[in-house]
């Protein structure tokens, strides 16, 4: 830059993009940080533009020297710099940042003319998985920063309440997205996903729950998007689960909580590759392995909703089997949960009447005699009598307004 000799905003987006792509390949975090000065322009109105370069420079070098020499320093336009900062955390970078903060409020040149700087930091993956995201972030977070006075440093998770949940939702979309998007998403990447869903939906104080049960589901959808007509189960199955505990007179609340359980049921396959959900023979041992986790892997990212053990334990134990002989834990009878029970039962019949890269789908009567016959070995027996006698009454019912 001819003013201030440091990067310029060209420069910077070549470097941002290359840094992107190589964190793409390898899941390492980068982080952006964007900084905007705070009565820069009552300096060019009363001063002169003069004066006003002056302070650029001394700007331009001050965050260049205080940088790592790792770190791209650019302006960006006017009054506004940036900086790309591999290899860094948000966390790590909000220090940074919070630093390259008092060194421009303590310089003697910088505080005659009262200046100081408002800064947001973006970080990838946490803030998105494109390089717009990131950038976007960190505009956001630098609006809040100018918004509270100047001279701070935020992110976007500390927007004024009212805009909070739509941007922790945009967040999370982004990514979302951008996980499935990765070469590889194994088990392994579990305590990532979890973290990083966790701090989109603000501090352990100030975390917003609702927005953390949706994101579950965005992320249940997108499970189901991979495997061949699954598209909606979830949905399906919360509404034979729900017929079945009306008829058990279940509380309102714990018939709306076992319904989000079952929406959710299969979030764990999230991490189960595409070839085995879709495969049309049988499984090996270890794709069968694999597959099997997904219960359990489920149970563990909505550990993350405080006051879930229910819905927890649900998910977890959904492929038990009455007489022993299922997964995870072996169960048997009415060791397992009722509600897994339900779940267990509502599933079967969804997919026994969807066609499936393994199967050809079955009538509803077909579907139930399957059941019956599985009662008191796979299935609870006065479970599934009652969903029988549910849909029962729930055809004639339809046949008479017919």
């Known amino acids: 830059d001819g003013l201030t ?56 070098r001050l965050l260049e020297q205080k940088c790592r020499q790792s770190n791209v320093v650019a302006r960006y336009g006017g009054d506004e710099f940036i900086i790309l900062m591999p290899e860094t955390g948000v966390e790590q970078a909000q220090i940074l940042a919070e630093r390259l903060r008092l060194w421009i409020s303590t310089d003697p040149m910088l505080q005659e003319e009262h200046i100081t700087g408002s800064f947001g930091v973006g970080s990838f993956p946490v803030h998105g998985f494109s390089v717009e995201d990131i950038i976007r972030v960190a505009d956001a ?44 998403t194994g088990p392994e990447h579990l305590e990532e996903l979890l973290t990083t869903l ?25 499970a189901e998007s991979r495997e061949l007509n699954s598209s909606g189960h979830g949905e399906m199955v919360a509404h034979y689960c729900e017929v079945i505990a009306r008829s058990l007179r279940l509380s309102l609340e714990d018939v709306a909580d076992l319904a989000y359980a079952a929406r959710v049921h299969d979030v764990g396959k999230i991490f189960v590759p595409e070839r085995t959900l879709n495969k049309s023979g049988p499984l090996t041992d270890d794709e069968f392995y694999i597959l099997k986790m997904h219960s359990r892997v489920g149970a563990e990212i909505l550990a993350t909703i405080p006051g879930s053990e229910n819905i927890q334990k649900a998910v977890e134990h959904h492929h038990e089997a009455f007489d022993g002989n299922g997964y995870p ?17 509502a599933d079967a019949y969804v ?11 079955k009538t509803s009567e077909q579907a139930l005699n399957e059941l019956e016959k599985l009662s008191g070995t796979r299935y609870d027996g006065m479970l599934v009598r009652i969903l029988l006698r549910e849909l029962k009454a729930e055809r004639a019912s339809s046949s008479l307004g017919n």
């Open 141 to 184: 977070g630098m609006y809040v920063s100018k918004h509270a006075g100047g001279d701070r440093v935020s992110t976007a998770e500390e927007f004024a309440e009212g805009e909070t949940a739509a941007v922790q939702r945009q967040l999370i979309s982004g990514y979302i997205e951008g996980f499935l998007q990765r070469e590889h």
């Open 5 to 60: 000799g440091i990067k310029t905003r060209r420069f910077f987006w070549e470097a941002l993009n290359s840094e992107w792509k190589r964190a793409s390949r390898s899941g390492r975090p980068f982080s952006v940080v964007l900084m905007d000065l705070d009565k820069f322009k009552e300096v060019n109105d009363t001063k002169g533009h003069l004066e006003g370069d002056l302070v650029l420079a001394r700007v331009g």
């Open 329 to 345: 834990a072996r169960l048997r009878g009415e060791q397992i949960p009722l509600w897994a029970r339900i779940l267990a039962i």
């Open 198 to 222: 966790s701090k989109m939906c603000g501090d352990d104080e100030g975390r917003n729950f609702m927005v953390l049960r949706e994101a579950i589901e965005t992320l249940t959808r997108a």
């Open 351 to 361: 997919n026994m009447t969807t066609e499936r890269s393994f199967a050809a789908a």
